[in-house]
């Protein structure tokens, strides 16, 4: 967790509103990775990032490596939207491995 | 239609059996891995493969060994289980994407050690 810092940690929103999470990297990073762990338990890959912007429907991120962060928003946040997001940034090397942050709990309220 | 399955999906074992998590993945991807989630933790790597008979170590690899048998198949053994293993275990398999491995995960598998 301490590579990877996700921000806030918890998070509850009114449907139909905007917001960031944020994931700030203390390691080389070439491509990062959001998910979203719905309550049944299931990782869903949202966006894969080289540095630059993706976006897909109501989602949007932003891979900086030069800054070392990612952010990942969320317009007009639904009820569905509601779970734990998970970033993680992909190590340097040969290993292909992903580091994980500590995940940010997203409660979307009607 | 799932590409990474996982069996069992829950699983109850007491201290000093052996516990075998099978994944399986249809997505022709070389690279597998295995991961635990605890609270506080997020997820680690346990083991991880880049073909059918290998296996390396990840960053918690002690207490657990893999198998990669063929391209589609990777286990994960615990020979003799522990309290502290019990947690919720995740396979995955990854490709080359832009610039990296995009990795895919399976439903998980709740893993209970009395």
């Known amino acids: 967790g301490d590579q990877v810092k996700q921000s806030p940690s918890a998070l509850s929103l009114q449907e139909g509103t905007n917001s960031a999470l944020r994931c700030n990297f203390s390691i080389a990073t070439t491509t990062v990775q959001w998910f979203l762990q719905n309550p049944r338990g299931s990782l869903m890959n949202l966006f894969y990032?080289?540095?630059g912007t993706k976006e897909n429907g109501r989602l949007k991120s932003t891979f900086n490596s030069k800054e070392s962060y990612s952010t990942l928003h969320i317009r007009d946040a639904q009820l569905e939207d509601s779970g734990t997001y998970f970033c993680?940034?992909?190590?340097?090397?040969?290993?292909?491995?992903?580091?994980f942050g500590l995940g940010t709990t997203l409660q979307v309220q009607p | 239609e799932a590409a990474v399955t996982q069996s069992p999906r829950n699983k109850v074992a007491v201290t000093g059996g052996k516990v075998t998590l099978s994944c399986n993945q249809t997505?022709?991807?070389?690279?597998m891995y295995w991961y635990r989630q605890d609270t506080g933790h997020g997820l680690r790597l346990i083991h991880y493969s880049y073909g059918a008979g290998s296996t390396e170590k990840g960053d918690i690899p002690d207490g657990y060994k893999a198998s990669r048998p063929s391209q589609e198949n990777f286990s994960l053994i615990l020979e003799l289980a522990t309290p502290s293993q019990t947690s919720v275990y995740f396979c995955?398999?990854?490709?080359?994407?832009?610039?990296?491995?995009?990795?895919?995960f399976g439903p998980g598998t709740r893993l209970t050690v009395l």
């Open positions: 993680a940034a992909e190590s340097t090397g040969n290993t292909r491995k992903l580091i």
């Open positions: 990032l080289v540095p």
């Open positions: 997505n022709n991807h070389n690279n």
């Open positions: 995955a398999s990854g490709d080359a994407g832009l610039g990296g491995w995009e990795q895919y």
